[in-house]
């Protein structure tokens, strides 16, 4: 099944969800149409099984951030650096961001959370605003726009990724959107990427702030 999850992640992030079949699918695998139907009977199906991938992905990033860091406004930074590397470097991620553009009645789980990209990401995020007010990073006044800022950047981020900004520039871009979306928060708050997060293999020091 692995196989195929890895083919249908190629198709749909190269092709899109109308233009990828699962002739094609299963081909790329060296599997049969049949092998294929056993595991997933339909092409939505697979779409929703390569997002809950990506998935999975969002929720193992987001819970390695978090135990690493207290803050909720630097965690928020970091996840948009990490993102930016994130959509270069996965597959399924990119698969993901693909099949919500396109069809993004695809994706809801039995259990209601959201496997489409933009709704997996800014959920969680969202969160981290309300966190951040709550424990006093952030004042209670400035939670909407401080939303509409992460929906901004985690937008800016996979539309410039998909114009292929380089990765450095959209570094710059991220660095320069949270300074001006973070002047008069209570710290200092490292804008730049964290260590290791950088695409371009020079990521700051956590000690390191601007």
């Given at each position: 099944?692995?196989?195929?999850?890895?083919?249908?992640?190629?198709?749909?992030?190269?092709?899109?969800?109308?233009?990828?079949?699962?002739?094609d699918v299963s081909h790329a695998?060296?599997?049969?149409?049949?092998?294929?139907?056993?595991?997933?009977?339909?092409?939505?199906?697979?779409?929703?099984?390569?997002?809950?991938?990506?998935?999975?992905?969002?929720?193992?990033?987001?819970?390695?951030?978090?135990?690493?860091?207290?803050?909720?406004?630097?965690?928020?930074?970091?996840?948009?650096?990490?993102?930016?590397?994130?959509?270069?470097?996965?597959?399924?991620?990119?698969?993901?961001?693909?099949?919500?553009?396109?069809?993004?009645?695809?994706?809801?789980?039995?259990?209601?959370?959201?496997?489409?990209?933009?709704?997996?990401?800014?959920?969680?995020?969202?969160?981290?605003?309300?966190?951040?007010?709550?424990?006093?990073?952030?004042?209670?006044?400035?939670?909407?726009?401080?939303?509409?800022?992460?929906?901004?950047?985690?937008?800016?981020?996979?539309?410039?990724?998909?114009?292929?900004?380089?990765?450095?520039?959209?570094?710059k871009w991220l660095s320069h959107?949270?300074?001006?979306?973070?002047?008069?928060?209570?710290?200092?708050?490292?804008?730049?990427?964290?260590?290791?997060?950088?695409?371009?293999?020079?990521?700051?020091?956590?000690?390191?702030?601007s």
């Open positions: 099944m692995e196989l195929l999850l890895v083919s249908a992640a190629e198709q749909f992030a190269t092709h899109g969800f109308a233009k990828a079949t699962l002739s695998a060296g599997l049969t149409k049949g092998a294929l139907f056993f595991h997933f009977p339909t092409k939505l199906a697979l779409a929703d099984a390569v997002q809950l991938r990506g998935l999975e992905l969002t929720e193992q990033t987001f819970a390695r951030l978090r135990a690493s860091e207290t803050s909720c406004l630097q965690m928020i930074v970091d996840v948009t650096h990490t993102l930016n590397r994130l959509l270069r470097e996965d597959l399924f991620l990119r698969a993901s961001v693909r099949i919500t553009r396109e069809f993004p009645q695809a994706g809801t789980a039995d259990d209601g959370h959201a496997h489409n990209f933009y709704l997996a990401w800014l959920s969680r995020l969202w969160l981290l605003v309300d966190e951040a007010c709550k424990n006093g990073e952030l004042p209670a006044a400035r939670s909407v726009s401080a939303r509409a800022v992460v929906t901004a950047a985690v937008s800016g981020v996979e539309a410039l990724v998909w114009l292929g900004l380089p990765p450095s520039d959209v570094e959107l949270w300074q001006l979306a973070y002047v008069g928060a209570p710290g200092r708050i490292r804008t730049t990427p964290a260590r290791g997060e950088t695409t371009g293999g020079r990521g700051e020091d956590r000690a390191e702030r």
